[in-house]
């Protein structure tokens, strides 16, 4: 046998032993790659094969990311690996499977506030904002310091609508973290809202935000794009006090005069 060939063999010998790296990284660059992940070994740890599954989840492979993460379940089951295993079902499109695992999750350790979180996500898809909010609810009750929770649970209010009470967690998520809305731009209400008032209604409340913060700079924009999505009653801007300073910054003056017209 050809001793470059042999040597390649036993390498992969290793590897797979190690249960550590995949196919694809242990041939030489001058061969195909594979793109194939190893097949989870009975002699792993639940650790090592956790640590696999999440790095297989980095790469998308979420397919593979999921043997690794049942593999290890059936050595130690983890709310935490249900969640995982939700999660990457999820970025599959798999949500009836991501469901039955969030459920797990919270069979498994109902004090745990990331199963309630991802299981709200579930029935936000279904649009039962009801049932979202009863789930946010409890992730938030669990742990009231999550900047991210209080965010979710507003964005449950305002896509049913109670503004009031969106505004409330959108108020505390913002206290606690005034990148937030940045942070959830590419998944947030402007994102996703299923119309345009929505977006603009959305986009204005977060001007007010950053206006009473002094963000000016992050008020504005977030006013500019409440005007291009259409917002019907942006002369509010002239009477909430929250706007008071900001509307003393010359920069207010000259986006007002411009009145971006709505985008389509």
Same mark, same amino acid.
Do not use: W
């Given at each position: =046998?050809?001793?470059?060939?042999?040597?390649?063999?036993?390498?992969?010998?290793?590897?797979?032993?190690?249960?550590?790296v995949?196919?694809?990284?242990?041939?030489?660059?001058?061969?195909?790659?594979?793109?194939?992940?190893?097949?989870?070994?009975?002699? &792993?740890?639940?650790?090592?094969?956790?640590?696999?599954?999440?790095?297989?989840?980095?790469?998308?492979r979420?397919?593979?990311?999921?043997?690794?993460?049942?593999?290890?379940?059936?050595?130690?089951?983890?709310?935490?690996?249900?969640?995982?295993?939700?999660?990457?079902?999820?970025?599959?499109?798999?949500?009836?499977?991501?469901?039955?695992?969030?459920?797990?999750?919270?069979?498994?350790?109902?004090?745990?506030?990331e199963g309630?979180?991802?299981?709200?996500?579930?029935?936000?898809?279904?649009?039962?904002?009801g049932?979202?909010?009863?789930?946010?609810?409890?992730?938030?009750?669990?742990?009231?310091?999550?900047?991210?929770?209080?965010?979710?649970?507003?964005?449950?209010?305002?896509?049913?609508?109670?503004?009031?009470?969106?505004?409330?967690?959108?108020?505390?998520?913002? &206290?606690?973290?005034?990148?937030?809305?940045?942070?959830?731009?590419?998944?947030?209400?402007?994102?996703?809202?299923?119309?345009?008032?929505?977006?603009?209604?959305?986009?204005?409340?977060?001007a007010?935000?950053?206006?009473?913060?002094?963000?000016?700079?992050?008020?504005?924009?977030?006013?500019?794009?409440a =005007?291009?999505?259409?917002?019907?009653?942006?002369k509010?801007?002239?009477?909430?006090?929250?706007?008071?300073?900001?509307?003393?910054?010359?920069?207010?003056?000259?986006?007002?005069?411009?009145?971006?017209?709505p985008?389509?």
């Amino acid at each position: =046998m050809d001793r470059l060939l042999l040597s390649r063999i036993l390498f992969l010998m290793a590897a797979v032993a190690l249960c550590l790296v995949p196919v694809s990284q242990v041939f030489a660059a001058d061969s195909p790659q594979v793109s194939v992940a190893l097949v989870p070994l009975t002699s &792993a740890t639940p650790a090592e094969l956790e640590k696999q599954g999440d790095l297989l989840r980095g790469e998308k492979r979420y397919l593979d990311s999921i043997d690794y993460y049942k593999a290890a379940m059936s050595k130690e089951s983890s709310a935490r690996l249900c969640n995982k295993t939700g999660m990457s079902y999820l970025f599959l499109q798999r949500n009836h499977e991501a469901q039955k695992e969030f459920d797990h999750a919270i069979k498994l350790d109902k004090k745990a506030p990331e199963g309630y979180n991802n299981r709200a996500y579930i029935e936000l898809t279904k649009k039962d904002y009801g049932k979202a909010i009863k789930y946010y609810i409890k992730a938030v009750t669990l742990r009231p310091d999550s900047s991210d929770f209080h965010y979710n649970l507003g964005s449950a209010y305002f896509d049913k609508h109670d503004y009031e009470a969106a505004a409330r967690e959108f108020h505390t998520a913002f &206290a606690m973290d005034p990148d937030i809305f940045d942070r959830h731009s590419r998944t947030g209400i402007a994102a996703r809202a299923s119309s345009p008032d929505d977006r603009a209604a959305f986009d204005f409340m977060v001007a007010r935000m950053y206006a009473q913060l002094g963000d000016f700079d992050r008020s504005l924009q977030y006013l500019r794009k409440a =005007m291009e999505d259409g917002y019907k009653e942006i002369k509010k801007v002239y009477t909430d006090s929250e706007f008071a300073t900001l509307r003393t910054d010359k920069r207010f003056s000259e986006l007002m005069s411009q009145r971006p017209q709505p985008i389509p």
